[in-house]
């Protein structure tokens, strides 16, 4: 801008001094040759500084453009950018409502959560008083269970008269064997009465129990076959009663399954030749195993 000044002022005062170097009034007489040189050569002079002002006013003109286009540019940037900062802020206040929102639902959820503790220890509470209740029912169900049993022994061992003075009993009986003999065993609840025999119409509970495991091996129920398999839903279930409406026979069928001791993984074979092979690869520092006859 002060180039700009300078440069009209210039331009002023070389309008003033010209006219004096171009012309001249009738009354006027004409100057020295001395004066004119002098004259002439301020007026190159003064040409020579408007050229240099004109150079400025254009290089001003053209900065003055670029400054100017530059803030155009920079006003609309501006512009862009305060629309980018009403966004965000737009963005800010919305994420703001909802995690106002979100601590709104954690606060509730966090009341259920402990809620729901508070209704799974009152449970939990009932549940462990229900199964001492439990235990109770079931001691005194045994013991009532242990009275009946005993006075059916005794109902079932005294004489029952006809009205013909005829003794009737009318019993059944039970066979179960064990395959292979040292497998298992079967409980019967309740026991045969003496003699092995039950009265006729008798539900007994038979219950397969498998032998305890060994070092290397193990046992495990496989099915009930016989007579009485015919009667089962289900011939694979450890647990069955009979309908003792007849004398009745059958076989609890045992299985024993092999393992590697020496594994945390407990691998499995089908027999002890299967086992001590794999002992003498993987464990061959190890004693191997003889098989043991069950009986």
Known sequence: MKTLIKVLV???LVAMLIPGFTGCTENQSKPPEADDSALLAENTSLKTQLAELQA???TT???YDTVLAESTSSKTQLAELQADLTTARANYDTVLA?????KTQLAELQADLT???ANYDTVLAESTSSKTHLAELQSALTTAQAIYDALKVEYDASPAQDEGGITIAIVTSLSITVNPSGGGSVIQHP???SGGTYSIGAKVILTAVPSPDTNCASWSFISWTGEIASYFPSPTSPVVTVNMDGNRSGTANFEMTWFCPYCDA????????ELNAHIRSEHPDEPEFIEVVWK
Do not use: K
Request: charged letters at 20%; glycine letters at 0%; proline letters at 7%.
């Open 115 to 117: 809620t729901a503790q």
């Open 61 to 63: 003109r053209a900065n």
């Open 191 to 193: 026991a045969p009465m």
């Open 56 to 58: 400025d006013l254009t």
């Open 266 to 273: 407990r691998p499995t074979f089908d027999n002890i030749e």
């Open 10 to 12: 210039a331009i002023a």
């Open 98 to 102: 909802e995690s106002t929102s979100s």
